[in-house]
């Protein structure tokens, strides 16, 4: 079955750096993929969606790749700010039919030190 | 802008009774979601609903779940006998379509505490 994965180690920058977080799938490609933004204790927030025509997406200092020959979507942030410390999940809509079921992947934490 | 409202925020119950999560989805969403999240692990996909029925749901969703949309504008998810391993947070999303071009909506969740 699909399986979505997301480096568990978190990641620690220094501000102003680019942060860049990986989610690699292991089986079909989706036709589209999105990515999250959770705070502890909140529910996520949706920040991008690329779709698997799309090589590339932006927006304001996010960036969003996907590359359905390697299973993988790449998710940066340029000039990243303190305030961009959350946890960031990529997400699939695992559906086998006409329903919609978005699965998430575990996360990965970034921190951002000033 | 619309957001999706969850009450109660926090829910301490004792096991076995039942509770019941409330949500306001956005008011021009048709389509309905329960997730949960246990301390410390991954966003889990419980139930997606629409036009009233079932649409999918995850094998975490047995015969002790079940939802609703009692009228217009709730969406409900009752467990009907909790348990020890029901501690988690729920959250509720909704969406426009129904595709995978869809971004969900989510609250910011019920803290259900089972002792």
């Known amino acids: 079955s699909q399986k979505i994965e997301q480096n568990s180690e978190a990641l620690n920058i220094q501000e102003g750096k680019t942060a860049t977080l990986t989610c690699n799938y292991t089986?079909?490609?989706?036709?589209?993929l999105q990515w999250y933004r959770q705070d502890p204790g909140r529910g996520p927030v949706f920040l991008l969606l690329?779709?698997?025509?799309?090589k590339e997406k932006r927006k304001e200092r996010l960036k969003v790749t996907f590359d359905t020959t390697l299973k993988q979507s790449l998710f940066h942030i340029t000039a990243s700010q303190p305030a961009d410390s959350a946890t960031y999940l990529c997400?699939?809509?695992?559906?086998?039919?006409?329903?919609?079921?978005?699965?998430f992947g575990s996360g990965t934490r970034l921190l951002v030190r000033p | 802008e619309p957001e999706v409202t969850q009450t109660p925020s926090h829910q301490v119950t004792q096991m076995g009774q039942e509770v019941i999560l409330r949500c306001v989805p956005i008011s021009n969403h048709l389509y309905f979601y329960w997730y949960r999240q246990i301390l410390g692990q991954k966003v889990e996909f419980l139930v997606s609903f629409y036009n009233n029925e079932i649409s999918e749901k995850s094998e975490i969703f047995d015969d002790q779940f079940s939802v609703e949309r009692p009228d217009g504008s709730n969406f409900t998810l009752k467990i009907r006998s909790t348990k020890l391993e029901d501690s988690a947070m729920y959250f509720c999303a909704s969406s426009e379509d129904r595709s995978g071009g869809s971004p969900l909506h989510f609250g910011n969740g019920t803290r259900l505490t089972v002792t």
């Open positions: 997400a699939l809509d695992m559906s086998m039919d006409s329903s919609y079921k978005l699965i």
């Open positions: 089986n079909y490609s989706p036709a589209y």
């Open positions: 690329i779709r698997e025509n799309e």
